[in-house]
């Protein structure tokens, strides 16, 4: 192989056994990727109106990203024993300490402001850490357990 030869990609493994999802998004990729987390979420257990409220929270967090966070991101989805991870990063300009100390419902006319108070709705807990180079949010959701087949829920 010499230099002007086309790189072979490489493939690698996840670190952590339990990632499902680990991507980079921009705005052409919200919609691929909340159909990926969907199906992920939905292998990992999740069924019914938790399915629909994490799916929600995380495509909150995304276009949240897009839109405030430098119009990319980073998304990754794991679950550890009974909980479903979710973890956006984005390197814009961080949010202001009075925004994210404020956990009041907006108000029914306003157009923007819902993502984050949505995330911290619907979902279990919410972790957020932002500093003037980029904001990570991680969200957890429970999931079930299992009834093996055949026996009463």
Do not use: K, Y
């Not at 980079?24 to 019914?48: I, P, Y």
């Not at 956990?103 to 995330?119: E, N, V």
């Amino acid at each position: 192989m010499t230099n002007a030869d086309p790189r072979v990609p490489r493939t690698v493994g996840p670190i952590e056994p339990a990632l499902l999802i680990a991507e980079a998004f921009d705005r052409g990729r919200v919609t691929e990727l909340r159909h990926s987390v969907t199906s992920c979420a939905q292998a990992a257990g999740l069924r019914d109106q938790r399915l629909d409220d994490f799916v929600l929270a995380v495509n909150e967090l995304i276009t949240n990203a897009v839109r405030h966070g430098g119009g990319q991101g980073s998304l990754r989805l794991w679950q550890h024993g009974g909980t479903l991870t979710c973890e956006v990063a984005d390197q814009g300009i961080g949010i202001s300490t009075q925004r994210l100390d404020d956990r009041s419902r907006p108000a029914p006319d306003t157009a923007g402001g819902w993502g984050l108070w949505l995330a911290r709705e619907l979902s279990d807990t919410i972790e957020i850490v932002s500093a003037e180079t980029g904001t990570i949010v991680r969200i957890t959701t429970a999931v079930p357990a299992q009834t093996p087949a055949g026996q009463p829920d």
